[in-house]
């Protein structure tokens, strides 16, 4: 699968026709601006706290998501040891369980984690640069928690990755991928000399320079060190500027390491915490957000949804569709959807509910030309779903403690 002519296009004219938003004073030093970004998800989460009693008062919530019943996502590094362990164990018990996704439709899905995969893999160019990007991945993310939960048993909340910590120091060294038995796994084996990524060129854009990470091969540390990965390539980016696609097809079996090139460069230049809070802060509407979220297309910033995972760098780190296979994919969306929350609850009203929450058509950069998002497009996972992710609203998953959600962050 390649994106094609009609999303290089799109690139094309989003590098001309959208502007960023231009930030607000931001403390330029680190360390400051992440204690701003603490201290402003603490203040948004005793919002919803407030929140929450006020409605149980008037009883004007239908009665599901209350104070008592709300769920805390956590920071991966707050998490005890065992506590990082029942995660990792419950994600290698949905790499153990069969696939619910027929052969016939992904021949390479073997794994219920799989399913996951081979959804993104399947609606990539109707949920990236699109209306319902971020509900879509909400949603996604919840439902992932959920089969943990329900079918391995977990008892734990969805953590996320803050990378305005790994900034500070290392990527290696963080908690988040040292290698340790209580990490998300480490490194891929070092490759040596590796030529700088490359990006934009495909697309007749400027070209983006990245750097290199110091692994590139296999992972042979932590709880992911013999996980295989079953589909893809589809859009895979290398070092050197290539992008490799398997010519079988996205979907067809095609076993292989699980590969990491982690690259704290990249997460320093894209995803530090003065980062975070300039796409939190100054966009005052939802399609403002979303592009500085997402980055515009041939300006040099890829924002903190591409820095997060070129920091991870590897396959299927940096593969557009198949990235959900690095199973630190979802620590980095559930901080992508913090940043969401935080962002929504500066202005609920406006943010989280009715037509201003959304913006934008229904394809990869509008193309092909496509209709406006609406909040009453429906949103669906296919097989990944199962019993409790069925297609529902957008206006159904605006907001974390309304619709099937009850959850914060903390």
Same mark, same amino acid.
């Given at each position: 699968?390649?994106?094609?002519?009609?999303?290089?296009?799109?690139?094309?004219?989003?590098?001309?026709?959208?502007?960023?938003?231009?930030?607000?004073?931001?403390?330029?030093?680190?360390?400051?601006?992440?204690?701003?970004?603490?201290?402003?998800?603490?203040?948004?989460?005793?919002?919803?706290?407030?929140?929450?009693?006020?409605?149980?008062?008037?009883?004007?919530?239908?009665?599901?998501?209350?104070?008592?019943?709300?769920?805390?996502?956590?920071?991966?590094?707050?998490?005890?040891?065992?506590?990082?362990?029942?995660?990792?164990?419950?994600?290698?018990?949905?790499?153990?369980?069969?696939?619910?996704?027929?052969?016939?439709?992904?021949?390479?899905?073997?794994?219920?984690?799989?399913?996951?995969?081979?959804?993104?893999?399947?609606?990539?160019?109707?949920?990236?640069?699109?209306?319902?990007?971020?509900?879509?991945?909400?949603?996604?993310?919840?439902?992932?928690?959920?089969?943990?939960?329900?079918?391995?048993?977990?008892?734990? %909340?969805?953590?996320?990755?803050?990378?305005?910590?790994?900034?500070?120091?290392?990527?290696?060294?963080?908690?988040?991928?040292? &290698?340790?038995?209580?990490?998300?796994? &480490?490194?891929?084996?070092?490759?040596?000399?590796?030529?700088?990524?490359?990006?934009?060129?495909?697309?007749?854009?400027?070209?983006?320079?990245?750097?290199?990470?110091?692994?590139?091969?296999?992972?042979?540390?932590?709880?992911?060190?013999?996980?295989?990965?079953?589909?893809?390539?589809?859009?895979?980016?290398?070092?050197? &500027?290539?992008?490799?696609?398997?010519?079988?097809?996205?979907?067809?079996?095609?076993?292989?390491?699980?590969?990491?090139?982690?690259? %704290?460069?990249?997460?320093?230049?894209?995803?530090?915490?003065?980062?975070?809070?300039?796409?939190?802060?100054?966009?005052?509407?939802?399609?403002?957000?979303?592009?500085?979220?997402? &980055?515009?297309?041939?300006?040099?910033?890829?924002?903190?949804?591409?820095?997060?995972?070129?920091?991870?760098?590897?396959?299927?780190?940096?593969?557009?569709?198949?990235?959900?296979?690095?199973?630190?994919?979802?620590?980095?969306?559930?901080?992508?959807?913090?940043?969401?929350?935080?962002?929504?609850?500066?202005?609920?009203?406006?943010?989280?509910?009715?037509?201003?929450?959304?913006?934008?058509?229904? %394809?990869?950069?509008?193309?092909?030309?496509?209709?406006?998002?609406?909040?009453?497009?429906?949103?669906?996972?296919?097989?990944?779903?199962?019993?409790?992710?069925?297609?529902?609203?957008?206006?159904?998953?605006?907001? %974390?403690?309304?619709?099937?959600?009850?959850?914060?962050?903390?």
């Amino acid at each position: 699968m390649r994106t094609g002519n009609l999303v290089l296009l799109a690139l094309q004219a989003a590098s001309s026709a959208l502007a960023a938003p231009t930030p607000d004073a931001i403390p330029a030093d680190p360390k400051a601006a992440l204690a701003q970004l603490e201290a402003l998800g603490s203040a948004t989460f005793q919002q919803v706290e407030e929140e929450l009693v006020a409605a149980e008062k008037k009883r004007i919530f239908g009665g599901s998501c209350t104070l008592a019943n709300l769920k805390i996502r956590r920071e991966w590094s707050t998490l005890t040891s065992n506590e990082k362990k029942a995660y990792t164990n419950a994600v290698k018990c949905l790499m153990s369980k069969p696939a619910l996704t027929p052969g016939s439709l992904a021949p390479g899905a073997k794994t219920r984690f799989d399913d996951f995969i081979s959804t993104h893999i399947n609606q990539t160019m109707t949920i990236h640069y699109t209306g319902n990007f971020l509900v879509w991945h909400r949603y996604y993310t919840w439902v992932y928690e959920k089969a943990l939960q329900v079918e391995c048993g977990y008892t734990g %909340t969805q953590p996320y990755w803050n990378w305005g910590l790994t900034a500070l120091t290392s990527l290696e060294t963080s908690p988040h991928f040292d &290698g340790s038995d209580t990490s998300l796994s &480490g490194n891929g084996v070092p490759i040596p000399n590796q030529p700088d990524l490359i990006l934009g060129v495909s697309a007749g854009l400027p070209p983006l320079y990245l750097p290199p990470g110091t692994g590139g091969g296999c992972v042979t540390s932590g709880p992911f060190k013999n996980y295989t990965v079953n589909m893809g390539q589809a859009a895979l980016d290398v070092p050197g &500027g290539i992008i490799i696609s398997n010519p079988a097809g996205p979907f067809a079996y095609n076993p292989r390491c699980f590969k990491r090139d982690l690259t %704290t460069a990249i997460n320093r230049m894209f995803a530090n915490a003065s980062s975070i809070l300039n796409t939190i802060l100054p966009p005052q509407n939802i399609a403002d957000f979303q592009m500085k979220l997402q &980055g515009v297309p041939g300006s040099g910033d890829i924002g903190i949804h591409g820095g997060g995972h070129f920091s991870l760098g590897g396959d299927p780190g940096r593969d557009f569709f198949v990235s959900p296979g690095d199973p630190a994919f979802y620590l980095h969306h559930a901080m992508i959807d913090r940043v969401w929350w935080i962002w929504q609850q500066l202005n609920p009203s406006n943010r989280a509910q009715g037509s201003t929450a959304v913006a934008g058509t229904r %394809t990869f950069l509008n193309n092909p030309p496509s209709a406006a998002t609406t909040i009453e497009d429906i949103i669906e996972f296919d097989f990944a779903g199962s019993t409790f992710g069925p297609p529902r609203k957008i206006k159904d998953l605006l907001s %974390t403690t309304s619709g099937p959600f009850c959850y914060a962050y903390l």
